[in-house]
């Protein structure tokens, strides 16, 4: 039975040519399958194979394109991805009524010839000679080595045309390899080839891909009409496709079963009941990508993509690592916990609403294992509106992100340094509520940078010292920390970073100046997460993963990423460090972080403008770092978490020429580490780790403050107290450091600026005390 292909009849000149071809490979069957070169049979050299016997004997089939699936710690689907949609399945899992229906529509004598149909080939030769007709002569075999090809092209325009080009030449090819894959292979293994790598349209390679999208079933459950559909859809899949086009593609569904009843695979009553039945159509849309990500798990899924492709153990090269990539049917097994997960996203949703123009992101990072257990923010990962690809949690190189100013929540590392180098933790400082001029510090190189008329103070002026470092810590005293980090060095401090993977986001060394303390680097949540997970595990520091199992589309296991922990500081250090931590969570900055019954410690942080706001802690088991800000915002017209600055579009007039801002549910007169940030990490926690043992730290004494003695602030004034010695908090601003003051000490230098070598520098305190803004950018 003679059946058009699509796209409509041919011109009189591609008629003669398609004669011509088909005369030709008869006369070269007939001949004994010993094809001369090509200029004996006057054909061009274009397009056309040198001789039959010419030709490689051996077809090098491509690994087929399959989906991956990406799973969660407990082996939940997050993800399927994949270049093309394809599950492959043996035949013993395909419907034999797909297998019947295939055979008797494309190849009705597919188990009666070889590889080519010399019966077939004459047949197309003498009708199309005689009434203009385009009958083909492609046996299965030949069909599935020609798909073979197109696979083999990928994504290739060139390629695929030249795969699919109606030239005596393919012909050539086609035959003598399906000559070689007939003899390899067996008519069985051929068909389950064919059914898995052939096209059905609607973005399905394969019978299994095809039975979900179009009846969403399987191969192997495809009634005699369903698979009547599919076997009818191979030859044009964009013509017979029953979503756009169902009257053409019930059409050929009912010529598909009236072939199979004359050649009797079926009876003519069963082929009569199934013509009148209807397409019954259950669609399943494509579901591609991290864009379909369950859980709210977009961003970590596109950072398992990203980690796949950026590791060597995936391939040598990054070429080799994408296309295994695109091969896909991986079976990646990740470290997420689906409930650490929803309550990281329900602690994000239910304080910062997908409509603001702020954004909140979290990570939480498994302490001793480095495994990330959750990531996301409170804008959800897609491409429409209030949506983003940009993931803020992890550094540039992984998500496009420049990272943030962590403010504050850097103390504890200059606190851990200071420890590290024999200071104790009652190491006091007079700590003024000013420090005009920050004093002399020298960098890793060496260079000793000084300062005139730039220095920084305090969030309140009551906040005046002595203070000894388990309260500078508690209420984040920035000119105790200045001093601190002068008398301890640049250097140690930034080795201690380094030891806790405390780098830029922009993967930069840290920038080395006298308010290095106080935060004024960009980094991620992540970076902030994995190194306050060392403090959580007496000082060990693990690499962050996100893998912990890859199997590939054969079935064997490959190898994953393994974290790789060092120790960075000192048990003694660490078990000191959480001790004060606590109390900030305790009493101090943190309060509205603290998860009652458990022991909690933490660090809150605000920068510079209120651009960035933080709050980073951690049990014994989990540690968490969440963030809250503008990632848009630039220099002085980003929008910002304060009432100080004049108003912008995300707030409104309070009356007292500030404004108040709007963040979710709440109103804030200005945000802070405390308010904003601590209840988001606290909420998100609470579910985290519900269910589990409340463990507790190895806690040290600590000494208390010298008294003050009636230290009168810097200014001479006596500001109101709120009781506990430290006011609301806020931000303060600091001039250029790291090589020169700046010039303009009432003017905040844009990021990327600098001045004299200098970079614009920014204080960090906690209880949204932290400033600090500096060269880079978000």
């Known amino acids: 039975m003679a059946h058009k292909r699509s796209g409509g009849g041919l011109t009189t000149a591609q008629q003669a040519a398609k004669f011509l071809g088909v005369s030709v490979l008869a006369g070269a069957v007939l001949a004994g399958i010993a094809l001369p070169a090509a200029g004996a049979l006057g054909l061009s050299a274009k397009g056309t194979a040198a001789g039959f016997d010419d030709l490689p004997g051996e077809l090098k089939t491509p690994p087929l394109s399959q989906a991956s699936k990406i799973l969660?710690?407990?082996?939940?689907?997050?993800?399927?991805?994949?270049?093309?949609?394809?599950?492959?399945?043996?035949?013993?899992?395909?419907?034999?009524?797909?297998?019947?229906?295939?055979v008797d529509i494309e190849d009705s004598r597919y188990y009666e010839h070889g590889a080519l149909d010399l019966k077939g080939i004459l047949r197309a030769l003498s009708n199309n000679a005689s009434d203009g007709g385009t009958q083909g002569a492609s046996t299965l075999t030949q069909q599935y080595v020609k798909n073979v090809f197109?696979?083999?092209?990928?994504?290739?325009?060139?390629?695929?045309?030249?795969?699919?080009?109606?030239?005596?030449?393919?012909?050539?090819?086609?035959?003598?390899?399906?000559?070689?894959?007939?003899?390899?292979?067996?008519?069985?293994?051929?068909?389950?080839?064919?059914?898995?790598?052939?096209?059905?349209?609607?973005?399905?390679?394969?019978?299994?891909?095809?039975?979900?999208?179009?009846?969403?079933?399987t191969a192997k459950k495809l009634t005699l009409t369903q698979a009547a559909l599919l076997a009818g859809m191979v030859q044009s899949p964009s013509r017979y496709d029953p979503v756009s086009n169902e009257q053409t593609a019930l059409a050929r569904r009912n010529t598909v079963l009236a072939r199979m009843a004359q050649l009797k695979d079926i009876t003519p009553a069963q082929a009569a009941a199934a013509q009148k039945a209807p397409l019954g159509l259950k669609v399943s849309s494509p579901k591609n990508g991290c864009i379909t990500a369950v859980n709210g798990a977009g961003f970590f899924c596109d950072y398992v993509?990203?980690?796949?492709?950026?590791?060597?153990?995936?391939?040598?090269?990054?070429?080799?690592?994408?296309?295994?990539?695109?091969?896909?049917?991986l079976t990646i097994k990740t470290t997420l916990d689906p409930k650490a997960q929803a309550s990281l996203l329900k602690g994000l949703s239910e304080h910062v609403y997908s409509t603001d123009k702020f954004v909140a992101a979290d990570t939480m990072v498994q302490p001793g294992t480095g495994k990330i257990v959750a990531m996301g923010q409170s804008k959800p990962y897609g491409f429409g509106k209030n949506q983003t690809q940009l993931n803020l949690s992890v550094d540039r190189n992984m998500g496009n992100s420049g990272g943030f100013q962590n403010g504050s929540t850097f103390k504890p590392i200059t606190a851990a340094a200071a420890l590290e180098q024999g200071f104790k933790p009652d190491q006091a400082y007079p700590s003024p509520y000013k420090m005009p001029t920050y004093p002399d510090v020298t960098n890793c190189s060496g260079q000793t940078l000084h300062y005139k008329d730039v220095g920084t103070q305090n969030e309140m002026p009551s906040e005046v010292g002595p203070y000894a470092m388990p309260d500078a810590l508690k209420h984040s005293i920035n000119t105790y920390f200045v001093a601190l980090e002068a008398d301890v060095g640049l250097c140690p401090i930034v080795n201690m970073a380094s030891k806790l993977g405390f780098g830029r986001a922009d993967g930069k060394p840290l920038i080395q100046s006298a308010s290095l303390t106080l935060g004024v680097n960009?980094?991620?949540?992540?970076?902030?997460?994995?190194?306050?997970?060392?403090?959580?595990?007496?000082?060990?520091?693990?690499?962050?993963?996100?893998?912990?199992?890859?199997?590939?589309?054969?079935?064997?296991?490959?190898?994953?990423?393994?974290?790789?922990?060092?120790?960075?500081?000192?048990?003694?250090t660490a078990d000191t460090l959480n001790s004060m931590l606590k109390g900030v969570v305790d009493d101090g900055t943190g309060t509205a972080a603290d998860l009652p019954g458990r022991d909690t410690a933490g660090k809150t942080g605000t920068t510079d403008d209120r651009k960035d706001a933080w709050f980073a802690g951690y049990t014994p088991q989990l540690a968490s770092a969440v963030w809250l800000g503008d990632p848009f915002g630039q220099g002085v017209k980003g929008h910002r978490l304060s009432m100080f600055y004049g108003a912008d579009?995300?707030?409104?007039?309070?009356?007292?020429?500030?404004?108040?801002?709007?963040?979710?549910?709440?109103?804030?007169?200005?945000?802070?580490?405390?308010?904003?940030?601590?209840?988001?990490?606290?909420?998100?926690?609470?579910g985290a780790l519900k269910g589990t043992d409340k463990e507790h730290f190895i806690t040290v004494p600590l000494p208390d403050s010298p008294p003050k003695d009636n230290q009168p602030p810097a200014?001479?004034?006596?500001?109101?107290?709120?009781?506990?010695?430290?006011?609301?908090?806020?931000?303060?601003?600091?001039?250029?450091?790291?090589?020169?003051?700046?010039?303009?000490?009432?003017?905040?230098?844009?990021?990327?600026?600098t001045t004299g070598g200098g970079t614009a520098g920014a204080a960090g305190g906690g209880n949204g005390r932290a400033g600090g803004t500096t060269g880079g950018g978000p």
């Open 72 to 102: 969660d710690a407990n082996g939940g689907l997050i993800a399927t991805v994949y270049s093309r949609d394809r599950t492959v399945v043996p035949i013993t899992a395909m419907s034999p009524n797909i297998l019947k229906a295939l």
């Open 150 to 217: 197109v696979e083999e092209a990928g994504d290739d325009a060139t390629k695929v045309a030249q795969a699919t080009q109606q030239t005596v030449g393919r012909k050539i090819k086609e035959m003598k390899y399906a000559i070689q894959v007939e003899k390899e292979l067996g008519k069985k293994k051929i068909l389950e080839n064919y059914l898995n790598i052939t096209f059905f349209g609607e973005q399905a390679y394969g019978i299994e891909a095809a039975s979900q999208r179009y009846f969403s079933t």
């Open 305 to 329: 993509r990203e980690t796949f492709l950026q590791n060597a153990v995936f391939g040598k090269t990054k070429t080799a690592r994408q296309r295994a990539w695109d091969i896909g049917g």
């Open 522 to 572: 960009e980094v991620s949540p992540l970076t902030v997460a994995a190194a306050y997970a060392a403090f959580a595990n007496r000082g060990v520091y693990c690499t962050p993963i996100v893998l912990e199992a890859v199997t590939g589309p054969n079935g064997k296991k490959l190898p994953v990423p393994k974290s790789i922990c060092s120790r960075a500081m000192s048990t003694n």
């Open 649 to 686: 579009d995300n707030g409104g007039h309070d009356g007292t020429g500030g404004i108040k801002v709007k963040i979710g549910p709440k109103t804030f007169d200005k945000v802070e580490g405390a308010t904003g940030p601590a209840p988001i990490w606290k909420d998100a926690m609470s």
């Open 715 to 753: 200014d001479g004034t006596q500001p109101p107290d709120d009781g506990k010695g430290h006011g609301p908090g806020g931000a303060t601003t600091m001039g250029a450091t790291n090589g020169g003051p700046n010039p303009f000490p009432t003017f905040t230098i844009p990021p990327g600026m």
